[in-house]
T-cell receptor, first 110, second 115 residues
Framework: DAKTTQPTSMDCAEGRAANLPCNHS???????VYWYRQIHSQGPQYIIH???NNETNEMASLIITEDRKSSTLILPHATLRDTAVYYC???????????FGTGTRLQVTL | DTGVSQNPRHKITKRGQNVTFRCDPI?????LYWYRQTLGQGPEFLTY????????KSRLLSDRFSAERPKGSFSTLEIQRTEQGDSAMYLC?????????????FGQGTRLTVV
C-alpha cells in the first residue's frame, strides 16, 4: 500500500471548515483513499473513502486531486467533538489490512 | 447496540500471566481484524480472519499470541506469558467482504496493562 504524509497537528475554530490535507504521491490506480478518525481512548471511526471522484457523506467531504497524488478531508462546520486524530490511509481494493500512520491531531477551539 | 463489541475494556495483569480478550463483530460481517495500538502511535495490524479462516498474520504476532474465530462469529485473542511490552490497546474491527471497498468498523478496544 502507498505511503501517506499528513501534518502532525492542526487547529480549527469551532464553526469553521476544517481542511485536512494528505499526500499520497505513490498511489496506484486500484488504491482507494480512506479517512478514519480516533477520538481519545476510543476505537478508530470510519469517515469516508474514495477512488477518483470527490465524495460527500453526512460527516465530511473528500476532495481527491485529478492526478490522485493528494486529497483533502473537509469537515464543513467543525465542532469541539471533532477534536481527534485523523488518519489518511491508502488501501488497495483487494487488500485486507489498514496501514495507519501517526495521523493529524486536529484541535477544534472555541 | 449493533456495533463491534470488545471485552473486557480494561485488563491489568502481572507479568507472566496469560490473558484472553474477546471480540464480537457486527453480525453479518465475515471479516474480523485485530490491531494493537501503543501510546502516540497509530494502530498496527496483527491478524485477520475471513469467516473462521485466519488468512494473514503480522510479524508482530509472536508465538505467545494466538487468535481464533472458531465458528466464524466472535473471536478471541490470547497472549501467553505476558511481558511489559505487551501493554497496549488491542482493537478489533470487522467488515463485510462483498466488494472491494468495504470499510472496517472498530470496537472500543481492550486496554492491557502488564505490571
Amino acid at each position: 500500500d502507498a505511503k501517506t504524509t499528513q501534518p502532525t497537528s492542526m487547529d480549527c475554530a469551532e464553526g469553521r471548515a476544517a481542511n485536512l490535507p494528505c499526500n499520497h504521491s505513490t498511489i496506484s490506480g486500484n488504491e482507494y483513499v480512506y479517512w478514519y478518525r480516533q477520538i481519545h481512548s476510543q476505537g478508530p471511526q470510519y469517515i469516508i473513502h474514495g477512488l477518483k471522484n470527490n465524495e460527500t457523506n453526512e460527516m465530511a467531504s473528500l476532495i481527491i486531486t485529478e492526478d490522485r497524488k493528494s486529497s483533502t478531508l473537509i469537515l464543513p462546520h467543525a465542532t469541539l467533538r471533532d477534536t481527534a486524530v485523523y488518519y489518511c490511509i491508502v488501501k488497495g481494493g483487494t487488500a485486507s489490512k489498514l496501514t495507519f500512520g501517526t495521523g493529524t491531531r486536529l484541535q477544534v477551539t472555541l | 447496540d449493533t456495533g463491534v463489541s470488545q471485552n473486557p475494556r480494561h485488563k491489568i495483569t502481572k507479568r507472566g500471566q496469560n490473558v484472553t480478550f474477546r471480540c464480537d463483530p457486527i453480525s453479518e460481517h465475515n471479516r474480523l481484524y485485530w490491531y494493537r495500538q501503543t501510546l502516540g502511535q497509530g494502530p498496527e495490524f496483527l491478524t485477520y480472519f475471513q469467516n473462521e479462516a485466519q488468512l494473514e498474520k503480522s510479524r508482530l504476532l509472536s508465538d505467545r499470541f494466538s487468535a481464533e474465530r472458531p465458528k466464524g462469529s466472535f473471536s478471541t485473542l490470547e497472549i501467553q506469558r505476558t511481558e511489559q511490552g505487551d501493554s497496549a490497546m488491542y482493537l478489533c474491527a470487522s467488515s463485510l467482504w462483498a466488494d472491494r471497498d468495504a470499510e472496517a468498523f472498530f470496537g472500543q478496544g481492550t486496554r492491557l496493562t502488564v505490571v
